[in-house]
């Protein structure tokens, strides 16, 4: 992915109606903006201008700070969404179709960052979830799901430090992202989820 990616994405939204782009990805798009919803906040999406504004404080801390995989994921997000239910099965990053090679190396997901910061702090790891939108979920010890795009959730998973065993992270995602996103996007919003919560 590079700018060009970017540039690419934004040529295939404008190529297409907005109003098709609206339906099939789920999000409203008024005054020539798009709004998508991600992590509990909204943003302004402009094919026109090429410009993505939060409409929130919160949400300008987004854009600022992890705007590679934000701008990444919302754009082709626009592209690739078909309005795709979810399905309610889960599936590890490495039970993706070719996950177990890709998320690796420089696209291994930061899950230890998430275990060595919540890892005696479950009050913490749901309340940082919680202000991104997320609800909790019964898996682990602590789970959230969040948001980072309209149909698309990503469940963090927390087992919290005892005696016998260190903390541990883990990420699973629904498995209709693999039919809608390729890996590589879907990285940039498992990317997303995690900074977001550390």
Known sequence: MSHTGLKTAWEKIRET?????????????????????????DFLIRPETENIKAASPQGEAIVTKFAY????????????????PSTGRLLKPEDLNGGAAFFRGSHTLPLEAISRRYG?????FFKKGAALGGERCDYADACVKLMPAPGLP???????????FPAKAGIL???SVGIILPLDITWCAAMLCLLAML
Request: glycine share 10%; no cysteine.
């Open 17 to 41: 109606s907005s109003g098709e782009v609206s339906k099939a990805a789920g999000i409203p798009y008024e005054a020539g903006a798009f709004i998508f919803r991600s992590l509990g906040t």
């Open 69 to 84: 995989f934000f701008d990444h994921l919302s754009l082709w997000w626009l592209v690739y969404a078909k309005g795709v």
């Open 120 to 124: 005696t702090d479950k009050e913490g």
């Open 154 to 164: 990503i469940y963090i998973l927390l087992w919290l430090e005892d005696e016998e």
């Open 173 to 175: 995602f629904d498995s």
